[in-house]
Antibody, heavy 121, light 106 residues
Framework: QLQLQESGPGVVKPSETLSLTCTVSGDSISSSSYYWGWIRQPPGKGLEWIGSMYYSGSTYYNPSLKSRVTISVDTSKNQFSLKLSSVTAADMAVYYC?????????????WGQGTLVTVSS | SYELTQPPSVSVSPGQTASITCSGDKLGDKFVSWYQQKPGQSPVLVIFQDSKRPSGIPERFSASNSGNTATLTMSGTQAMDEADYYCQAWDSSTVVFGGGTKLTVL
């Protein structure tokens, strides 16, 4: 059974960089046919896709966040990571990692439990 | 940028049929997935590729997609179906989510 677990600081100061890691267990992050993605959900609001990455390095980003987002993968640790720079209060959210099918549907079957990131000085 | 529009809320009586719509330009040309999210929990995939149910999802969940509208239908709605529902599609190399619909079973 595939499992994903987000980890990282729960509090980030304004203007600093948010860094989260998703650890994958139960399958190799180098599996073909899947991208590995980040999705966030501000308190009381809907889901927002941040971006996705293939183990080889190919990435897709949400155009509205692209200038501040970097997603990277560490196949040796079976992990992938998110960096979001210059955070503001608007970036406060529950951040989820997930595995996406690489067909034209891009559905997310496996989700992490989510981690709340608060932006506060 | 591509947008998916859902009604903010839908109400249904127990045992009745609930329908949640998701609208977008030429949405029928894209694959639509649906997620159920209960408070404090991660989303759960209930429909993928327009109308396919993952293993473990009850048969009362069905969906269709045509023209500009995708529809998630829950027949014989149960109290446990009360949740937020999100549609999702892929357009121009981006994943797009609808704004979500709160389904109330009362």
């Amino acid at each position: 059974q595939l499992q994903l677990q987000e980890s990282g600081p729960g509090v980030v100061k304004p203007s600093e960089t948010l860094s989260l890691t998703c650890t994958v267990s139960g399958d190799s992050i180098s599996s073909s046919s899947y991208y590995w993605g980040w999705i966030r959900q501000p308190p009381g609001k809907g889901l927002e896709w941040i971006g996705s990455m293939y183990y080889s390095g190919s990435t897709y980003y949400n155009p509205s966040l692209k200038s501040r987002v970097t997603i990277s993968v560490d196949t040796s640790k079976n992990q992938f990571s998110l960096k979001l720079s210059s955070v503001t209060a608007a970036d406060m959210a529950v951040y989820y990692c997930g595995r996406q099918k690489t067909d034209s549907s891009w559905y997310i079957f496996y989700w992490g439990q989510g981690t709340l990131v608060t932006v506060s000085s | 940028s591509y947008e998916l529009t859902q009604p903010p809320s839908v109400s249904v009586s127990p045992g009745q049929t609930a329908s949640i719509t998701c609208s977008g330009d030429k949405l029928g040309d894209k694959f639509v997935s649906w997620y159920q999210q209960k408070p404090g929990q991660s989303p759960v995939l209930v429909i993928f590729q327009d109308s396919k149910r993952p293993s473990g999802i009850p048969e009362r969940f069905s969906a269709s997609n045509s023209g500009n509208t995708a529809t998630l239908t829950m027949s014989g709605t149960q109290a446990m179906d009360e949740a937020d529902y999100y549609c999702q599609a892929w357009d121009s190399s981006t994943v797009v989510f609808g704004g979500g619909t709160k389904l109330t079973v009362l």
